[in-house]
Nanobody
Framework: VQLMESGGGLVQAGGSLRLSCAASGSIFRINVMGWYRQAPGKQRELVAIISSSGRTNSTDSVKGRFTISRDKAKNTLYLQVNSLNAEDPAFYYC?????????WGRGTQVTVSS
């Protein structure tokens, strides 16, 4: 299974981006997909997840600003990020869990200018 993120970039504070994660390979019975992020000098943290049933959850700091969604037919995960602020710059990583196995993408960088 391969995960390929895209959509990161440099935006001004208050701006928006749409991150995408395309999953390929032997994919079946996905349990959970999600986005994590890691800023320099900090631990990787959960941003948002979506279950196979479509239930979503996100960390408090992004609630109301970030929206996770998934296109099952395309095996693609999205993260709409709005109202970016100084706490959001990081590498954003796509995550997928199928049964006991977990997979990670290589990340896409989000940078915010003031």
């Amino acid at each position: 299974v391969q995960l390929m993120e895209s959509g990161g970039g440099l935006v001004q504070a208050g701006g928006s981006l749409r991150l995408s994660c395309a999953a390929s390979g032997s994919i079946f019975r996905i349990n959970v997909m999600g986005w994590y992020r890691q800023a320099p000098g900090k631990q990787r943290e959960l941003v948002a997840i979506i279950s196979s049933s479509g239930r979503t959850n996100s960390t408090d700091s992004v609630k109301g600003r970030f929206t996770i969604s998934r296109d099952k037919a395309k095996n693609t995960l999205y993260l709409q990020v709005n109202s970016l602020n100084a706490e959001d710059p990081a590498f954003y990583y796509c995550y997928l869990r199928m049964g006991p196995s977990s997979y990670w993408g290589r990340g896409t960088q989000v940078t915010v200018s003031s």
